[in-house]
């Protein structure tokens, strides 16, 4: 396979566009030319960074206390970073300055290791990306939720239960992610992805601020310990510990960003005991309503824009590969140009409709089945974690870098990539427990109170 050929293999999440101005309009590789700017990027990695993870901290700093919380918070934030340093200095190879660019996260594995490691990371990438936009689906629906449960405390006062169901506004953010998901790529998508980016720090900065005020006013409710939620209070032994587990698969999905950073090219006072799962909808805080409104707001607003950041690669895997399969069907390969009013033209694809539709059905239904937001957050964390964003890029840099086997730094980032590992079966195992106990008091379709 050629070099063009490889660049253009079904992992491409991007579509090509053709230019009549030839040559100067194209890359160096012979792509369109990328037009994506140092705020577009920084505004891709924010919304994904700034995600819905932000959210569990609380509960999980609450679990493991003072000391443990901030030490395992300071550990995944400093592995993230690292380790997307040695993935960033594989976005071309083989040569990490003059090699060819590699466009998908799965086309960097590809070109650096190959075979069947491609396929595995392919297979944990993607399902990884759809667990993402399911659990966007479930927070953000509970974020809207948030905002009428809010004004009915205010409003009857805080010891109403306020009944709300989550599936309509599901449904509702469904909608909505039917009409974004049409955008073709990630180039159409700054514009979306800088107001995510607005949202993330409005609704990280309200939270913030009210979790600082809830400490300064004191009270039951912001009582903490050291070693966290307190065994015989609320919890047992085993419930602790695995609660414990839980906590780390839910940091780990708040610092998880890897899986999209070659596509694009990080905390708050803990409640002790009364730690809510989403400390902005949980109801950690009750006044002021229209601040916790607004906050809720923005969470669902990021929330859309972040949605698209992870399903396009989806998208685009899934048509490339359609494109290449049915290369002679016009149903997948032919683009109608219709004028929208005010939007100029826009090349319509039958295909790219019906299957990006049923695409944002089908993860908004599985959502409506399992609207559980710690231990689904939790379990995507800790199956993602360690291969996307500690065992690829470990194993892409030694072999790019052509590292001599037992050398010092080949040891210690083996032992790395294996305390990793075992972290992740650990926190994965903690979320399962989790979610196999929400499921034996769930009732689908009831409201949420």
């Known amino acids: 396979m050629n070099t063009d050929q490889s660049q253009r293999n079904n992992m491409d999440i991007e579509t090509p566009e053709t230019s009549a101005d030839g040559s100067k309009n194209l890359d160096d590789d012979g792509r369109p030319k990328r037009t994506g700017t140092l705020v577009s990027a920084s505004a891709h990695i924010i919304t994904a960074v700034i995600g819905s993870g932000v959210l569990s901290l609380a509960w999980a700093i609450a679990q493991m206390g003072w000391v443990a919380g901030p030490v395992v918070l300071f550990a995944f934030s400093f592995i993230t970073y690292f380790t997307s340093t040695l993935l960033a200095d594989c976005y ?31 297979l944990a990438q993607y399902i990884n990306l759809v667990g993402v936009t399911i659990g966007y689906t479930i927070t953000a629906s509970i974020s809207m939720v948030a905002v009428k449960r809010s004004n009915c405390f205010h409003k009857h006062g805080h010891q109403e239960k306020c009944y709300t169901s989550n599936n309509p506004f599901m449904i509702l953010f469904a909608c909505i992610q039917i009409v974004l998901s049409q955008i073709p790529n990630f180039h159409k998508l700054s514009w979306l992805s ?43 032994g085993s419930e602790k510990v695995w609660r414990t587990f839980q906590a ?7 610092y998880a960003y890897s899986n999209v950073l070659i596509e694009i090219q990080a905390s708050y006072a803990a409640f002790g005991n009364n730690a809510p799962g989403n400390f902005l909808t949980g109801f950690g805080f009750y006044e002021p309503f229209w601040l916790i409104d607004f906050a809720n707001v923005c969470i669902a607003v990021h929330l859309v824009g972040a949605y698209q950041v992870f399903c396009q690669p989806i998208f685009g895997f899934v048509e490339s590969w359609s494109k290449e399969k049915w290369s002679e069907t016009k149903f997948v390969n032919v683009d109608h140009a219709v004028k929208l009013p005010l939007c100029g033209t826009y090349n319509v694809n ?62 210690w980032l083996k032992i790395l990539s294996w305390v990793c590992l075992i972290v992740s079966i650990i926190s994965a195992a903690g979320s399962i427990q989790g979610l196999a106990q929400d499921l034996k008091k769930y009732q689908p379709f009831k409201a949420t109170q």
């Not at 071309?92 to 990371?121: A, D, E």
């Not at 780390?248 to 708040?254: E, K, P, T």
């Not at 959502?367 to 939790?378: I, K």
């Open 248 to 254: 780390i698969g839910d940091i780990a999905f708040a």
């Open 350 to 411: 039958f295909f790219r409709i019906v299957w990006r539709t049923t695409y944002v059905i089908i993860t908004a239904v599985i959502a409506m089945l399992f609207p559980f937001f710690n231990d689904f957050l939790g379990l995507i964390g800790s199956l993602s974690f360690w291969p996307l964003t500690v065992y690829f890029p470990i194993e892409m840099y030694i072999k790019q870098s052509k590292m001599k086997k037992l050398s010092f730094t080949w040891t």
């Open 194 to 236: 800088i107001v995510a980016a607005i949202m993330s720090f409005a609704y990280s900065s309200i939270g913030l601020g009210l979790s600082i005020a809830k400490v300064a006013t004191g009270g039951k409710h912001v009582k903490t310990s050291l070693t966290g939620v307190q065994v015989g209070v609320d919890v047992t």
């Open 92 to 122: 071309r190879s083989p040569h990490p300055l003059h090699g060819n660019r590699n466009y998908t996260y799965s086309q960097v594995v590809k070109s650096i290791l190959g075979g069947r490691k491609f396929q595995l990371c392919g």
